[in-house]
Structure formats: C-alpha cells, structure tokens
C-alpha cells in the first residue's frame, strides 16, 4: 500500500491529540482510505516535555524547516497557532510543493487570501476543518456535501467558552464576572479571556464560514462584533421568561447579492435546535435553498475532538495525493469576489430584544412606543416587570420587534434616551 | 472548463428536484468545483407529464439503456427506487464504466456486496449520499470526515413519517392509529405504511450506516427490527412523566469486536440532542472515539433536501472525474468482513423501560422485583400510577431498570408473566 509522509509542526495539546490518533487508528485508517498514513516528524521549540505520548527517538526535532524539506513528509500539519510563524512556515510549505492542514483559525481569517493564493499558484491542497468547530465537520459539509445549494444564512455557536458561561448564568442565575472566574478556576477559560468573551474567536470563524459559502474573502474587519462581557443576568431571565436562551451567535446571511455578517449575543427559541446546544458544545445551522435547515453538532474544541478532524484532512490528502492530483486549492478564493457587497452595521436588519429602565410615571409608554413607531421599528411583544429595588422609581420594560435594521432601532433608542424616561443605557440584544 | 456529463433514471419527485437543483445552482457549482456538470438525459416510462421543471426538447426518453450509454454521459444518477430495475440499471452502468449515484436505500440494504463490488470491479465511482438522511451529509461525514475515529455507536432518528407521528402523539396525547390515518391525509405517510411504520425502511438505512462505520457489509436479516405500531398513548405519557420523549431509533453499537444493530422504539432523555428532533426531521448521533459525541440534523426526505445530496454527490464524482481518478469504490467491501461479529438479538444489551399492569393486592411487587433481582436485571426507577378504569383491580407499574441484556430481561417478564400478578402483556421498550 502506498504511503504518506506527515509531518507535524507544533506538538501542544492537539498536536500530541493528532499523533496518538494517527498511530491508534493506522489501521482503521489504511483500509478506510487505502493508503497508509505515516507520521515521520515533529517539529517544536520544546524538544524534552512529556506529552503523554510516545514517538520514536530521531522523530522530533526544533528545526520546522527541516520537517517541512524533508522529501519523505508529503503533508505539513500546521498546529502552533497565531499568525507569525505559523504564517512563514505554511507559506513556506506551500512554496515547496506541499500539502497543508492548519487548525488556524486567526490566520486563515486575517491572511486567508494570502495562504489560498499560495496554494492556488503551487498547485497543493490547503486544508482547515478543525479551524471552526473542531471536531464537527462544518468545513467539509459546506464544501462539499452543500456544492449544490446556495447558502441562504449560518447561525452558529462557536465558540465553547461563551457557551460555557452563558449555560451557567442561565441554569444558576449567576453573573457573568462570577461563573468567568469559575471558568477559569476550571480551565475552561483562559486568563486574558477577550479573544473568547469579546467574540473574536467566533468572528475569526465566521470569516472562515463566510468565505467558504459566498466564495471570496471576507475581510475581519467588516465584521460587527459584540462579546458577552456586558451581558446581565436580569436579561437572560427575562429572555427565559419570553422562551429563550441567549447565546453568542454568528451570523451569516444572504440577501440577493448583499451579505450580513456579524457576532452577537442573540435570544434563541427554546423551540430552535441551537436552543438544546448547552456547555461547551458547538453547532451551526446551515439554510441551503435546496437542503433546507441542516445542523451540525459536536465538541468545537479539545485535544481528541480536533484531531479527529485533523486527521479527517490528513486522510484526504493522502487519498488525493495517492491519485497525485490536488483538488480543492479554489475553494476559498474564486471569481466571485465582485459579486457580493457587504452590508454594514447600520444596515444589518434582526428582530431585536430591547431592556429599558423606565421612569414609573403616566406618558412613559407612551413616548417609548411613538419613538418606536416614528422609526419604523414594530413591536411583537412588551412586557413590562416588577420595580427593581436598586432604581427605585424606574421599572424594566422589555420589548421584543419585528425585524428592523440596527439604524432604525438605535436611532429610536436614541430619541427615547434623550426624552427623560429612562435612567440607564438600553439594553439591545439581538433575537433570532 | 471540463464539462461532466449526467444522465438521470427516473424522473419522479427528486429527479425533478435535482433537475431543478443542476439548472438553477449550475454557475455557482462550476465554480465551487471548477467543473462544469451538464445534465444531457433523463430517462422515464411516462415522457409527458408535466413535473414543473423545463427540460429541453429531446433530453426525455422511455430508453434508459440509451442513456446509459451514451457517451457524453459520465455519471448516471438513479432515482427509480425498489430493487428490480433499479439493480439492473445500475450494474448495467457500472460494468460500462459510468459513475453512479444512487438515493436507493432498499438496493443497497439488499444489494450491496454484489454492487460495491462491481463498482471496484470497473474502477468507477458509485455515491449514495441521499439513501440515508435525505439532505443530511451522514454519509458523507462517516466516509470523511471521521475517517480517523473508530466508530463507537450511531443513534439515528432515521424516517420522518415515524417522527411526526411519535411527535403528534406526544404533543395531543392522541393514539397512534389516529395520528397515522391524519399523516396519510396529509401525505406525511404512505397509504400502506408498513416499510415505515414498521421499521424497515429505518433499518435499511441502519445497515447502510453500520456497513460504512465498520467496513463490512451487515445483512438485513441480522437486524432486530421493531416499529412503533403497537405503540401506546399511555407509555408516551409515562415516558414524559419520567423525562423522556419516545423516538424510533436506530442502534448501533460496538463492544470490542461484536456489533450490536437494532431498531426500535426508544425513551431519549429530554435533555438528549435526539430529544429536540421533531416532526418530519431527521438526525444522527455518531460517538467516534476520537471526535466524542456528533450530531447531524436536517430534512430526512423530500424533494429538494434529497436533490441536495444526491447533486453534492453528482459533484464530488464530477471533480474526480475531472482528474481522472475514481476514489470511493472500496468504501464499504474492505477486508474486515472476518473481524467483526454480530450480536444477535438476546445479548444486545440497553437500558429498558417495562410497564405491566399489576394486580393491585399485597405481594405483588416483590414477585416482580424477585423475578428482576433473579435474573440480574436491576431497577433504577420505579412508580405505580392510578388504577386504570379500563382495568378495574389492576394498577400501571412502570420500571426503569440499568443495562441488560435482552434475554436477561425477557426471562424476568417470562416469570412474572406465568405468576398471575399482571393481566396482560408486558409492555417492553428501550431507553437511551
């Protein structure tokens, strides 16, 4: 049987998840794919760690360009993250007629054309399903087993730390600051956690799914993003109240040859699948205008969960390269990149979720509701709650709207703040 | 650009969607796959009725030998159904050096040694995306992109008349034969609904599944196939009582180097992703030992959802074909045939859910639980609801016991039901 050389560049917590899963299931593999996959080197700056994992002395080495030059490795896994030497040596490895699996999300989002030109031009394959929902298959679904339809909207929950979170505060009633600080306690949230809680990593993610459905690059900084950090428990009750759970979505959507993109936290219907997806499990629900809704589930990160996926792209290579032929360097970076404009903030359009503290007095609905109506935001449904002790004087009115664009509904809550009857910022959330 | 020829058998409901689907969606296609995929033939008895989709003049014949040799033609797409026809046509194509893509579950459940075989054979390509969740990529995802995981189980909610029934009765607590004639008026099921209702088509797909997951090819008859045709209102409503929603799930396990497989109506806890699929929606779960638990979701059937996969697989074939190289034809026949065993239906093992209706005097619990302790089946939850007015003297008793194995737990109701503590058959489902 034929075999395939891999080469790995990065031996962390994923990289030591690849190289157990590549030499547990060589077997499994060979018959499924009828050619044998062989890790033959290891490129990392920590040469002496124990990784819980056994390799050949000779196999691992500090020296990432010998890894990537040596004529026995066909494939370079690319698992050290961020988007300087990791950008050096894909770029290098592409250059020299290799094949390339990367994990990295950051710098597929911020250098994605660069690396797809190189892949493009060297006639190699570039591949990145454990870039977004580790090991849920979203990459492969959406180019391949969609080819067929367009991609009408994705809706995705991305990221495992913020579903973390947000879980808890929902099942415990807990603040945000609160169940963080357990998260990190647990190892579910790093110490400087913005890349997470602040929406980057899902906005990196939705670049990557964006790209793949609409066939160009989207550029990050298009992209609205709003984290969770902000988020108080008093909304998560009410949107339980109403029948949702919030989480932080990505959201993808075509409108004839506009596209929306943003990150936000959004109120979810207990009724809608991506309600049920609690903790630090993933999803995205794709809308094809063939396939209809399709959801894809799993662990969007994680040592053994990443590598399956990993390896899922090592596979293929192996198989194309069995044939000699590459085939998917276009996926990203074709013809279409005049077709489609990208809307911006103001004119992304949602069904919004509005928390106002409102002064306890006649005439305050009244002002609110008008100020809604002068700009043409429709209200679905109002509520209003108890007084909260800490404003006395002013109560929560929550309202949910019809859809409405984001310039609609900030201009109304621009005029409804400069009237005196409210005491504090609105809250605006989005509503799926 | 390389243009692909596709010739289609059968233009009924999804042929006409994948006509409709390869006309409309053609340009973004070609560019998502750099091929370009021209439908030139489609073949049928009836030549005039009208399907709502434009053909061009000529392109319709009664001929299918005709179109599968013709030599602008390089895939042939079979949409007929059953295994007659459909199973000549087929190995006509193969044996003639035509790819085939096939949605024909029934054929593959039955036929498929001999046509797997015969695609290795000529070295052509066959697909079969759509014989198994409609537009849900399951097939695809166990082919690929878990390639590198050693398949633990699969828990398919696999046929949508069963679904919107079990959901109907569980959301109006309305009987089973009530719901099934109001899903025939509404053309949710078959006038004889018995490949439905009974199992059957559920476990041809199970088959297909378990034949991909474990490289060899599951025959039919070794599958325990049970329906939901004597499925009670009253255990729907118990097993939400207890947390539980019932669904017809097909099962498949391995333990070691024995396969269990099996179909039958089962309790899925609330809180299980299985749980929130309703109505006509199918999904499956597939546990990979590296990957940990993945969830696929979509339409099981219809006309455009089904025309998805099967013009994602007329794709991928497309794209081989235009380097020349067929990939898949071992897929499913590998050399593991010898490796795996069977279970048969008295060692599978599952949690179970038992209701019997008890006489209502001193004694007759501990008859039961002795005949449970006897036999090694342990009782996790038990309860005793209200007399039955249909049943003067006789109370529900309802256990939920841990994992047994099927001749365990059959023998312990053997006994019960020869001591005369119960007046009628012992109701015996499986719990997730």
Redesign the interface.
Same mark, same amino acid.
């Given at each position: 049987m034929k075999q395939i050389g891999v080469g790995l560049l990065g031996f962390g917590t994923v990289g030591a998840?690849v190289v157990d899963? *590549?030499c %547990?299931?060589r077997e !499994? +593999?060979s018959? %499924? *794919?009828?050619v044998d996959v062989v890790l033959r080197k290891i490129a990392d700056l920590d040469t002496t760690s124990d990784r819980g994992v056994k390799v050949a002395p000779g196999m691992l080495t500090s020296d990432a360009m010998s890894v990537i030059h040596d004529p026995e490795i066909q494939i370079i896994v690319e698992l050290i993250g961020g988007t300087t030497v990791s950008r050096t040596f894909i770029l290098e490895a592409l250059n020299s007629g290799k094949s390339v699996v990367t994990a990295n999300k950051k710098l597929l989002a911020e250098y994605g054309q660069e690396i797809f030109d190189a892949a493009e031009k060297n006639r190699v394959d570039i591949y990145f @399903?454990a870039s977004v929902g580790g090991? $849920?298959?979203i990459i492969?679904?959406l180019?391949? @087993? *969609?080819?067929?339809?367009?991609i009408e909207t994705i809706h995705g929950i991305l990221n495992g730390t913020c579903n973390y979170i947000l879980t808890r505060m929902e099942n415990e009633g807990a603040a945000f600051d609160e169940v963080l600080k357990a998260a990190q306690d647990a190892g579910y949230a790093e110490a400087n956690p913005s890349l997470d809680i602040d929406g980057f990593d899902t906005a990196h993610k939705a670049v990557i799914l964006a790209s793949l459905a609409y @066939?160009f690059h989207v550029p990050l900084n298009e992209v609205r993003v709003e984290g969770i950090r902000n988020l108080e428990g008093i909304d998560v009750k009410y949107a339980k109240e109403f029948g949702y759970r919030i989480k932080l979505l990505a959201a993808i959507r075509r409108d004839g040859d506009e596209i929306e993109i943003g990150v936000h936290p959004t109120l979810v219907s207990m009724n809608h +699948?991506l309600a =049920? !997806?609690n903790d630090v499990f993933n999803?995205a629900m794709v809308h094809?205008? *063939?396939?209809?809704?399709?959801?894809?589930?799993?662990?969007g990160a994680?040592r053994?969960?990443t590598? =399956?996926?990993v $390896?899922?792209d $090592?596979?293929?290579i192996a %198989?194309n390269l069995s044939?000699?032929?590459p085939?998917y360097s276009?996926?990203i970076n074709?013809?279409?990149s005049t077709k489609f404009r990208i809307r911006n903030a103001d004119e992304i359009s949602s069904k919004f979720y509005v928390r106002l503290m409102v002064r306890d007095r006649a005439g305050s609905l009244g002002i609110m509701t008008n100020a809604f109506g002068k700009h043409g935001v429709s209200i679905r449904a109002a509520t209003q709650k108890e007084t909260d002790e800490e404003f006395p004087g002013y109560v929560p009115v929550v309202f949910l709207t019809h859809r409405a664009t984001h310039a609609a509904i900030t201009a109304a809550l621009a005029e409804i703040t400069r009237s005196d009857v409210i005491n504090a910022e609105p809250v605006l959330l989005r509503v799926l």
């Amino acid at each position: 049987m034929k075999q395939i050389g891999v080469g790995l560049l990065g031996f962390g917590t994923v990289g030591a998840g690849v190289v157990d899963g *590549l030499c %547990r299931n060589r077997e !499994v +593999m060979s018959q %499924r *794919l009828g050619v044998d996959v062989v890790l033959r080197k290891i490129a990392d700056l920590d040469t002496t760690s124990d990784r819980g994992v056994k390799v050949a002395p000779g196999m691992l080495t500090s020296d990432a360009m010998s890894v990537i030059h040596d004529p026995e490795i066909q494939i370079i896994v690319e698992l050290i993250g961020g988007t300087t030497v990791s950008r050096t040596f894909i770029l290098e490895a592409l250059n020299s007629g290799k094949s390339v699996v990367t994990a990295n999300k950051k710098l597929l989002a911020e250098y994605g054309q660069e690396i797809f030109d190189a892949a493009e031009k060297n006639r190699v394959d570039i591949y990145f @399903g454990a870039s977004v929902g580790g090991g $849920i298959p979203i990459i492969r679904v959406l180019r391949e @087993g *969609l080819a067929g339809n367009e991609i009408e909207t994705i809706h995705g929950i991305l990221n495992g730390t913020c579903n973390y979170i947000l879980t808890r505060m929902e099942n415990e009633g807990a603040a945000f600051d609160e169940v963080l600080k357990a998260a990190q306690d647990a190892g579910y949230a790093e110490a400087n956690p913005s890349l997470d809680i602040d929406g980057f990593d899902t906005a990196h993610k939705a670049v990557i799914l964006a790209s793949l459905a609409y @066939g160009f690059h989207v550029p990050l900084n298009e992209v609205r993003v709003e984290g969770i950090r902000n988020l108080e428990g008093i909304d998560v009750k009410y949107a339980k109240e109403f029948g949702y759970r919030i989480k932080l979505l990505a959201a993808i959507r075509r409108d004839g040859d506009e596209i929306e993109i943003g990150v936000h936290p959004t109120l979810v219907s207990m009724n809608h +699948m991506l309600a =049920s !997806v609690n903790d630090v499990f993933n999803a995205a629900m794709v809308h094809g205008d *063939l396939s209809g809704d399709t959801l894809y589930y799993g662990r969007g990160a994680g040592r053994a969960p990443t590598a =399956s996926t990993v $390896i899922g792209d $090592i596979g293929d290579i192996a %198989r194309n390269l069995s044939t000699g032929i590459p085939r998917y360097s276009r996926a990203i970076n074709t013809v279409n990149s005049t077709k489609f404009r990208i809307r911006n903030a103001d004119e992304i359009s949602s069904k919004f979720y509005v928390r106002l503290m409102v002064r306890d007095r006649a005439g305050s609905l009244g002002i609110m509701t008008n100020a809604f109506g002068k700009h043409g935001v429709s209200i679905r449904a109002a509520t209003q709650k108890e007084t909260d002790e800490e404003f006395p004087g002013y109560v929560p009115v929550v309202f949910l709207t019809h859809r409405a664009t984001h310039a609609a509904i900030t201009a109304a809550l621009a005029e409804i703040t400069r009237s005196d009857v409210i005491n504090a910022e609105p809250v605006l959330l989005r509503v799926l």
